[in-house]
């Protein structure tokens, strides 16, 4: 069975500062990862979508890796913004449909 | 080009009472998931539709929930007896294919029962 952790749970940083957020998955026969992130009372906004056979997405300010081999990921924001604040949830796609795990999520406060 | 519609926002039910859920995938999307997020936890898979169709209901509980896709018209996840333990969000996601393609997310439906 799939497990999912993310580390820290919760991260407070001051504005302009890069940072990276972890995740680590037990079963690493997966097709996909995904970021996302989640605002209060929202539902969640796909950030970025590694296949298995790739290393690393970028998309703007963001930038996501995966270890397949070592079941981790991780993701780098790159001159974080108070805008950026919000849960970021990893997911993982173990399946031919997208029945995700999901980790704990990183609460992120960035403070200007 | 409107994203994925959950409603209502917020669904208050007493126990015992019935709640249905709807959700409208984004447009040209066929497949369509359903996830609860239950209070001080992770998002939990619990089934997973196509038009009239049912993949996978692995994580739905086997009693009071049940969920459809008909060929016309919206996604329902329906709640019969609800128990203050089914309060939570309620999360619909829909993607054009199965797999390897990013899912979209609605709003939610944040269900509590009194």
């Known amino acids: 069975k799939q497990e999912v952790t993310q580390i820290p749970a919760a991260l407070s940083v001051p504005e302009g500062e890069n940072l990276v957020l972890n995740c680590s998955f037990t079963?690493?026969?997966?097709?996909?990862l995904q970021w996302f992130r989640q605002d209060p009372g929202k539902g969640l906004t796909s950030l970025l979508l590694?296949?298995?056979?790739?290393r690393e997405q970028t998309s703007g300010r963001l930038n996501a890796s995966l270890d397949k081999s070592s079941g981790r990921s991780t993701l780098y924001i790159a001159a974080s913004q108070p805008g950026d604040s919000a849960t970021y949830l990893c997911?993982?796609?173990?399946?031919?449909?997208?029945?995700?795990?999901f980790g704990g999520g990183t609460r992120l406060m960035v403070k200007p | 080009n409107a994203g994925v519609m959950q409603n209502p926002r917020h669904l208050v039910r007493r126990r015992g009472q019935e709640a249905r859920l709807r959700c409208s995938p984004m447009?040209?999307?066929?497949?369509v998931y359903w996830y609860r997020q239950l209070p001080e936890e992770g998002l939990k898979f619990m089934v997973y539709?196509?038009?009239?169709?049912?993949?996978?209901e692995s994580g739905m509980p086997k009693e009071r929930f049940s969920a459809e896709f008909p060929k016309e018209g919206p996604s329902i996840l329906r709640i019969q007896q609800v128990v203050r333990g089914d309060s939570a969000a309620y999360f619909c996601?829909?993607?054009?294919?199965?797999?390897?393609?990013?899912?979209?997310f609605g709003n939610g439906t944040r269900l509590t029962v009194t």
């Open positions: 996601a829909s993607s054009p294919r199965s797999s390897n393609s990013p899912l979209h």
């Open positions: 079963d690493s026969a997966i097709y996909n």
């Open positions: 590694i296949q298995s056979s790739q």
């Open positions: 997911a993982v796609n173990n399946n031919a449909g997208n029945m995700l795990t």
């Open positions: 447009k040209g999307h066929s497949h």
């Open positions: 539709l196509q038009k009239e169709n049912i993949i996978d």
